[in-house]
C-alpha cells in the first residue's frame, strides 16, 4: 500500500512540475488596442501639463515600459492600419494619400501575409473587435460594379447596390483573424451596420440623416444604418465585446490575439452619461476620459479572468488628435492634445504621427520601464514574429523592425531610420535627431498653373530639422547642413525603390506613382537643397 502511495505521489509531483513548465513556456496572450485621434497630450502619463486626467490608462503604462518616440506610419487613420497588420508602409500600396470609405474595396491581398495570419500559423486564436477601415468587398446586387481590390481613389462600391443578406466577399476572416466583430470604416462613414465574421449582424433598413443640431460634435455622412445601431453606444459595445472575447478565452489552453481598434475619440465625438460634463473642459475631453474609464473595467477582466501574468497588451493611437477635437478650446483650457510638438492628425509634423505607446506584460517587462529609442507601429508584427520564433521571408513585413530587444533592456533593435507620411502623400525620414520633411512646391502640387519639368528636384522643398534643439520645428536647418539633406533624401530615396527599409533582398512596390511625382523625383534625384 506504501509503494502504490508513494508511485501515486511520484507521479502526482512529476505531473504537476510538467504542467507547471507547461505553464511557464506557454506563449503570451496579446491585446493590441489602437485608439482613433488620440493625440500624445490626451494622456496624463505623457503630458505633465494635462488637463484630462487618464488615471487607468497611466496605472498602466506605469506597470510596463512607456516608449517616448513612436510613430504611426502615416498621420491618418487607414495607412496606419494597414502597417500594423501587415508590418509593411502604407503608401507601398495604391493609397498614397487620405484613407478609405465604407464602401472601400479591400486594400490588403490575400496573398500577403498579416500578423493575424501569422499567430494563427502559430497557435494563437486571433480576433478583431472594432473599426476596420481597411476596406471590405461587399456582395453586391446582381448587375452591380464589383471590385477584388483596391487599385485607386475612385474604386467604390455603390452604396445602393450591397446586398446586406449576403455574406462579404473578403473581409477579416480572410486575412486570418478567427472572429471578427467591426464596423466597415470611422463612426462618422456609412454603412452603419456591425459585421460579425463575415455577415451583416442587421440589415440597415433605414437611412441615418447624419446632422445632430443639438450636438456640433455630432455629425456623420447620411447613409444606411441598421435599427441596432447606436453611436453614442458602439465604444462601449466593443469594450463589452472585447471583455467577453477575453473572458472566454482565458479558459482555453490556446493562447489568443485580440486586435482592438476602437472608433474613438475620432468624432461623432459621443461621451455618454455619466461622462458627458466630467471632464469640464469640451465633449472631446469628456470622450477621453470615457476611454480610460472603459479601459479601466477592461485591464480588470484581464486581471479577474488570471491572464494579467503573461499578457502583453499595447495600448497606442493612430495619429495625433483631430482638429474637430476643438483643440481652440483644449488650449485655452490650458490642454493640448499634442503635448509639446507641433501639428495634428494629418500633419508631416511631429503631432500628427508620434503617440502614446504603452506595453504592458508583467512576465516580460520591469514595471516603470521608459524606452526612448525611436520605434513606428510597422514594428508590431516582426515582434509578433519573434515571439513565435518564426523566421519573416523577404516579401513580409518589410518595413518591420522586431521590438523585442526593447521590451527585454537588450542590446539588438536594428531600426535607424523611419519614415513618416501625411495625409496628402508628403514623406518625411527621421534618422536620430535628423528629421528631412521633402516636400512639393505650390507649382508642383498644382495650385498653380506653372509647372515645372518632371524629375526637377526644384519643385520640391528640402525642410530640414534639427528635433533635439527644436522640437516644435519651426527652423529649417537645410541650407546649414547639405550633406545632412544629400543623406537622408539618398536613403528615402533607396528605401521607397527597394520595397522595403529592412535588411533582405528588393521587393516590388503594389506601384509607384505617388502624389506630385514622388517617383520622379525618386527616380532622379538632385542634391540641389
Same mark, same amino acid.
Given at each position: 500500500?506504501?509503494?502504490?502511495?508513494?508511485?501515486?505521489?511520484?507521479?502526482?509531483?512529476?505531473?504537476?512540475?510538467?504542467?507547471?513548465?507547461?505553464?511557464?513556456?506557454?506563449?503570451?496572450?496579446?491585446?493590441?488596442?489602437?485608439?482613433?485621434?488620440?493625440?500624445?497630450?490626451?494622456?496624463?502619463?505623457?503630458?505633465?501639463?494635462?488637463?484630462?486626467?487618464?488615471?487607468?490608462?497611466?496605472?498602466?503604462?506605469?506597470?510596463?515600459?512607456?516608449?517616448?518616440?513612436?510613430?504611426?506610419?502615416?498621420?491618418?487613420?487607414?495607412?496606419?492600419?494597414?502597417?500594423?497588420?501587415?508590418?509593411?508602409?502604407?503608401?507601398?500600396?495604391?493609397? &498614397?494619400?487620405?484613407?478609405?470609405?465604407?464602401?472601400?474595396?479591400?486594400?490588403?491581398?490575400?496573398?500577403?501575409?498579416?500578423?493575424? @495570419?501569422?499567430?494563427?500559423?502559430?497557435?494563437?486564436?486571433?480576433?478583431?473587435?472594432?473599426?476596420?477601415?481597411?476596406?471590405?468587398?461587399?456582395?453586391?446586387?446582381?448587375?452591380?460594379?464589383?471590385?477584388?481590390?483596391?487599385?485607386?481613389?475612385?474604386?467604390?462600391?455603390?452604396?445602393?447596390?450591397?446586398?446586406?443578406?449576403?455574406?462579404?466577399?473578403? !473581409?477579416?476572416?480572410?486575412?486570418?483573424?478567427?472572429?471578427?466583430?467591426?464596423?466597415?470604416?470611422?463612426?462618422?462613414?456609412?454603412?452603419?451596420?456591425?459585421?460579425?465574421?463575415?455577415?451583416?449582424?442587421?440589415?440597415?433598413?433605414?437611412?441615418?440623416?447624419?446632422?445632430?443640431?443639438?450636438?456640433?460634435?455630432?455629425?456623420?455622412?447620411?447613409?444606411?444604418?441598421?435599427?441596432?445601431?447606436?453611436?453614442?453606444?458602439?465604444?462601449?459595445?466593443?469594450?463589452?465585446?472585447?471583455?467577453?472575447?477575453?473572458?472566454?478565452?482565458?479558459?482555453?489552453?490556446?493562447?489568443?490575439?485580440?486586435?482592438?481598434?476602437?472608433?474613438?475619440?475620432?468624432?461623432?465625438?459621443?461621451?455618454?452619461?455619466?461622462?458627458?460634463?466630467?471632464?469640464?473642459?469640451?465633449?472631446?475631453?469628456?470622450?477621453?476620459?470615457?476611454?480610460?474609464?472603459?479601459?479601466?473595467?477592461?485591464?480588470?477582466?484581464?486581471?479577474?479572468?488570471?491572464?494579467?501574468?503573461?499578457?502583453?497588451?499595447?495600448?497606442?493611437?493612430?495619429? !495625433?488628435?483631430?482638429?474637430?477635437?476643438?483643440?481652440?478650446?483644449?488650449?485655452?483650457?490650458?490642454?493640448?492634445?499634442?503635448?509639446?510638438?507641433?501639428?495634428?492628425?494629418?500633419?508631416?509634423?511631429?503631432?500628427?504621427?508620434?503617440?502614446?505607446?504603452?506595453?504592458?506584460?508583467?512576465? !516580460?517587462?520591469?514595471?516603470?520601464?521608459?524606452?526612448?529609442?525611436?520605434?513606428?507601429?510597422?514594428?508590431?508584427?516582426?515582434?509578433?514574429?519573434?515571439?513565435?520564433?518564426?523566421?519573416? &521571408?523577404?516579401?513580409?513585413?518589410?518595413?518591420?523592425?522586431?521590438?523585442?530587444?526593447?521590451?527585454? @533592456?537588450?542590446?539588438?533593435? @536594428?531600426?535607424?531610420?523611419?519614415?513618416?507620411?501625411?495625409?496628402?502623400?508628403?514623406?518625411?525620414?527621421?534618422?536620430?535627431?535628423?528629421?528631412?520633411?521633402?516636400?512639393?512646391?505650390?507649382?508642383?502640387?498644382?495650385?498653380?498653373?506653372?509647372?515645372?519639368?518632371?524629375?526637377?528636384?526644384?519643385?520640391?522643398?528640402?525642410?530640414?530639422?534639427?528635433?533635439?534643439?527644436?522640437?516644435?520645428?519651426?527652423?529649417?536647418?537645410?541650407?546649414?547642413?547639405?550633406?545632412?539633406?544629400?543623406?537622408?533624401?539618398?536613403?528615402?530615396?533607396? @528605401?521607397?525603390?527597394?520595397?522595403?527599409?529592412?535588411?533582405?533582398?528588393?521587393?516590388?512596390?503594389?506601384?509607384?506613382?505617388?502624389?506630385?511625382?514622388?517617383?520622379?523625383?525618386?527616380?532622379?534625384?538632385?542634391?540641389?537643397?
Amino acid at each position: 500500500m506504501k509503494l502504490i502511495l508513494h508511485v501515486f505521489i511520484a507521479l502526482f509531483t512529476v505531473g504537476t512540475i510538467a504542467q507547471s513548465k507547461n505553464s511557464n513556456n506557454k506563449k503570451p496572450n496579446i491585446i493590441y488596442i489602437l485608439t482613433d485621434d488620440l493625440g500624445i497630450g490626451d494622456l496624463s502619463f505623457y503630458n505633465e501639463n494635462s488637463k484630462i486626467a487618464t488615471p487607468n490608462i497611466d496605472k498602466m503604462g506605469a506597470e510596463g515600459m512607456k516608449f517616448t518616440d513612436a510613430h504611426t506610419s502615416s498621420s491618418v487613420c487607414t495607412p496606419t492600419r494597414y502597417s500594423i497588420i501587415t508590418g509593411r508602409y502604407n503608401w507601398r500600396t495604391p493609397l &498614397k494619400s487620405f484613407v478609405l470609405w465604407g464602401d472601400s474595396p479591400m486594400l490588403i491581398k490575400e496573398n500577403r501575409l498579416t500578423v493575424a @495570419q501569422l499567430l494563427k500559423n502559430n497557435g494563437y486564436q486571433t480576433s478583431t473587435i472594432g473599426k476596420w477601415h481597411m476596406g471590405l468587398n461587399w456582395s453586391m446586387k446582381e448587375g452591380s460594379k464589383e471590385f477584388e481590390y483596391f487599385s485607386n481613389v475612385k474604386d467604390r462600391f455603390n452604396p445602393d447596390q450591397i446586398d446586406y443578406s449576403k455574406p462579404l466577399k473578403k !473581409g477579416a476572416v480572410n486575412l486570418g483573424f478567427d472572429y471578427s466583430y467591426m464596423i466597415s470604416a470611422s463612426l462618422n462613414m456609412p454603412p452603419f451596420v456591425y459585421i460579425e465574421n463575415d455577415k451583416v449582424v442587421k440589415e440597415p433598413l433605414t437611412i441615418s440623416e447624419g446632422l445632430r443640431k443639438d450636438n456640433p460634435y455630432a455629425y456623420w455622412i447620411k447613409g444606411d444604418i441598421s435599427d441596432d445601431f447606436d453611436h453614442e453606444q458602439v465604444l462601449p459595445v466593443f469594450v463589452k465585446k472585447a471583455q467577453a472575447y477575453i473572458a472566454e478565452k482565458a479558459k482555453e489552453d490556446k493562447p489568443f490575439f485580440l486586435y482592438l481598434p476602437l472608433a474613438a475619440p475620432h468624432n461623432p465625438i459621443l461621451p455618454i452619461a455619466p461622462w458627458k460634463g466630467k471632464s469640464n473642459i469640451n465633449p472631446y475631453a469628456d470622450f477621453v476620459v470615457m476611454i480610460d474609464d472603459l479601459m479601466g473595467d477592461l485591464f480588470k477582466t484581464i486581471k479577474d479572468s488570471g491572464i494579467e501574468e503573461n499578457t502583453i497588451v499595447i495600448f497606442t493611437s493612430d495619429n !495625433g488628435c483631430a482638429a474637430n477635437a476643438n483643440i481652440g478650446v483644449l488650449k485655452e483650457k490650458g490642454h493640448n492634445p499634442s503635448y509639446i510638438y507641433s501639428g495634428i492628425k494629418g500633419s508631416i509634423l511631429e503631432g500628427g504621427h508620434r503617440v502614446p505607446f504603452l506595453v504592458k506584460w508583467p512576465k !516580460g517587462i520591469k514595471p516603470n520601464s521608459i524606452c526612448n529609442e525611436t520605434i513606428c507601429t510597422t514594428d508590431f508584427m516582426a515582434t509578433c514574429a519573434d515571439l513565435v520564433n518564426y523566421k519573416l &521571408k523577404d516579401n513580409e513585413a518589410e518595413d518591420s523592425y522586431s521590438m523585442m530587444p526593447l521590451l527585454n @533592456q537588450k542590446k539588438g533593435f @536594428q531600426r535607424e531610420e523611419t519614415i513618416h507620411h501625411d495625409k496628402a502623400g508628403v514623406f518625411a525620414i527621421r534618422k536620430g535627431d535628423w528629421k528631412l520633411v521633402v516636400e512639393p512646391t505650390k507649382e508642383d502640387s498644382g495650385t498653380s498653373k506653372k509647372k515645372k519639368a518632371k524629375g526637377d528636384s526644384d519643385t520640391f522643398e528640402n525642410i530640414l530639422y534639427n528635433l533635439k534643439k527644436d522640437t516644435k520645428e519651426t527652423k529649417n536647418v537645410a541650407n546649414e547642413n547639405p550633406d545632412k539633406v544629400k543623406e537622408l533624401k539618398a536613403l528615402l530615396i533607396k @528605401q521607397i525603390m527597394d520595397g522595403r527599409s529592412t535588411p533582405g533582398k528588393v521587393q516590388k512596390n503594389d506601384e509607384i506613382s505617388f502624389p506630385w511625382e514622388q517617383a520622379a523625383f525618386a527616380l532622379n534625384p538632385s542634391d540641389k537643397h
